[in-house]
């Protein structure tokens, strides 16, 4: 079936294009056969019109059919953007964009906020971490996807957005008033950690936008003048993005002229990329770690095998991600977009990392509680049920050292038994149900385990590294 719908499609794409080579009077000779091929596809056109049975919109045959061009490829990383989904990508990667500063994830069909931004319209107005999103200017958000929400907040500077939310802490619906705004996207954050009469910069950054070059330089020198001793660069769960970015935040890190990858083009071709800076590299002689798990891709395995390949830091953590393609997106006259893998890009010592990654010097995995994603649950469950929800509590309750007999999601004695020491330990009140408080505070716990950097093992043991090598 799914041979047969990319077929479809990619017949459906060259019917379109054929049409708009007969609108220009072109026409192409099939090598085979001699016949014109405009004259093939026009015929087909017609019969598709005539005969099909199902939607004969143009404009949906047309997207249906260049998507099926990209999937035949067999690359996730080349894809078709609609006009929408274009401006969402690169609003994405933007220096600011327009909102209302608010992160939200999906769970059990529901949209949870994870945290507003601080200072947003949406901190303002009084959103809170685990709010359930109900509806937003009177239309429910239950049945669509994550896109469709993202398209109802969306809008103009200074318009205005009525938003209802479950507080499942509170019992109640509770209606906020906010306005949108011009939101700062910033992807580089940076502290000073002090250990042992050392003081270690840890960098983290989240992906790399239009201005995360300008970002780094700036965290980087004012922590150059504080006296760093070591760098921590942590890109942990990062995405990727911009070449140009990685390659500026490369710069400050290595002399000029140093080969930090290669790109290759389909027939080929090799180009050497160096790094190029119009001041001394302020950081090439501070003693460096990286910090990569099986998130960090793309841009962020650029970085990773630069300063691997040039013995200019160690790499702790995980295997990364494994994408060793550049896409180049092509604008379409539908408004769409046309993203395209046109490059493979090799390490400096010519490796291609594609679906093998970046292996860490030094693997570090970590804790099980550290590890766990942050869930946003509901409902009420008891003795006897059976879900994922009860196999999330059971994971959370096992790696706090309770007394687990299963983590299978079925909730029996041993769960019961756990969750009533839990609650009293947490003076939540007697009982041992499942139920939003439950949860609520099962959260909370995992958070505060993940921001103690204590409980990081990765991270510490970076700084250990960096600690040892500073006391040669």
Do not use: C
Request: proline content about 2%; charged content about 25%; glycine content about 10%.
């Amino acid at each position: 079936m799914r041979k047969s719908r990319i077929f479809l499609y990619v017949l459906l794409f060259i019917v379109m294009l054929g049409i708009v080579y007969l609108l220009f009077g072109k026409s192409t000779k099939s090598v085979e056969s001699g016949v014109s091929t405009s004259q093939v596809i026009d015929e087909a056109f017609q019969l598709i019109k005539k005969e099909a049975v199902f939607s004969k919109n143009e404009k949906l045959l047309v997207e249906g059919a260049i998507r099926g061009m990209t999937e035949a490829l067999e690359d996730p990383h080349s894809t078709y953007l609609t006009k929408e989904e274009a401006a969402n990508q690169e609003a994405s990667l933007a220096e600011e964009r327009v909102g209302i500063g608010v992160e939200i994830m999906q769970s059990a069909g529901k949209f949870i906020v994870v945290a507003p931004l601080k200072d947003s319209p949406a901190y303002k107005a009084g959103l809170k971490s685990q709010d359930e999103i109900v509806r937003v200017n009177e239309e429910r958000v239950d049945g669509k996807t994550m896109a469709e929400l993202v398209q109802l907040l969306s809008g103009e500077k200074g318009t205005s957005l009525k938003m209802t939310i479950y507080r499942a802490s509170e019992n109640r619906h509770v209606e906020l008033h906010m306005k949108r705004d011009t939101i700062a996207m910033h992807t580089v954050s940076s502290e000073v950690y002090e250990v042992d009469d050392h003081a270690i910069g840890i960098v983290t950054i989240s992906l790399f936008g239009e201005k995360t070059g300008e970002e780094w330089e700036k965290q980087t020198k004012s922590l150059v003048e504080r006296g760093i001793d070591g760098l921590v660069i942590d890109v942990r769960g990062n995405p990727g993005g911009y070449l140009f970015s990685v390659s500026s935040v490369i710069g400050t890190l290595m002399k000029n002229g140093t080969t930090f990858a290669y790109m290759q083009n389909a027939k080929g071709v090799l180009e050497m990329l160096n790094t190029e800076s119009k001041e001394a590299p302020y950081l090439n002689k501070v003693p460096t770690v990286l910090l990569q798990n099986g998130g960090s891709a793309s841009a962020s395995e650029v970085l990773a095998g630069a300063l691997r390949d040039n013995n200019r830091a160690l790499i702790v953590g995980e295997t990364s991600f494994g994408k060793g393609t550049v896409q180049e997106t092509h604008p379409l006259t539908n408004g769409g977009k046309l993203k395209i893998s046109t490059h493979k890009w090799l390490t400096p010592k010519q490796e291609w990392i594609h679906h093998k990654g970046i292996e860490a010097d030094l693997k570090v995995e970590q804790e099980e509680l550290f590890a766990m994603d942050q869930k946003y649950l509901s409902g009420e469950f008891r003795m006897g049920d059976y879900g994922e929800e009860i196999k999330y509590v059971q994971q959370v309750l096992s790696a706090l050292g309770y007394n687990i007999g299963r983590e299978d999601g079925y909730f029996d004695e041993g769960t019961e038994d756990a969750i009533e020491n839990y609650r009293q330990e947490r003076s939540l009140g007697e009982g041992s149900e499942i139920n939003s408080v439950l949860f609520q505070s099962l959260t909370e716990t995992v958070a505060a385990y993940k921001t103690k950097k204590e409980n990081d093992k990765q991270l510490q043991m970076g700084i250990g590294y960096l600690i040892h090598d500073l006391s040669k």
